[in-house]
Nanobody
Framework: QVQVVESGGGSVQSGGSLRLSCVVS????????MAWFRQTPEKEREGVAA????RTNYADPVKGRFTISQDKNTLFLQMNNLKPEDTAIYYC????????????????????WGQGTQVTVSS
């Protein structure tokens, strides 16, 4: 059973930085497309950033502030200049299927999910 585990969440003041990590273990596939999503009680889970074979894709609200990177089955999200509206539970997602398209920010395109890590940004 593939496992996805996030770490690195926490509390920070506006303008601060955090780095999230995610590890895919018990892997049965040679590689994964991976992405970060986030969710608040008021909004549905939304895609933040995705990476596939070195190509990246970012949601407009985080462009220029967040950077996604991947090292084999480990995923990272460097978050700089954080804002209160970035407060959410952040989820890591992975999928072994090759699409040949731009890295997807759609929830339905990912099979394996972590339990989430809380990020809180205070003003």
């Amino acid at each position: 059973q593939v496992q996805v585990v996030e770490s690195g969440g926490g509390s920070v003041q506006s303008g601060g930085s955090l780095r999230l990590s995610c590890v895919v273990s018990r892997s049965v596939y040679p590689r994964y497309r991976m992405a970060w999503f986030r969710q608040t009680p008021e909004k549905e889970r939304e895609g933040v950033a995705a990476i596939d074979n070195g190509r990246t894709n970012y949601a407009d609200p985080v462009k220029g502030r967040f950077t996604i990177s991947q090292d084999k089955n480990t995923l990272f999200l460097q978050m700089n200049n954080l804002k209160p509206e970035d407060t959410a539970i952040y989820y890591c997602a992975a999928d072994p299927r090759y699409t040949g398209k731009e890295p997807s920010l759609g929830r339905s395109t990912y099979t394996y999910w972590g339990q989430g890590t809380q990020v809180t940004v205070s003003s």
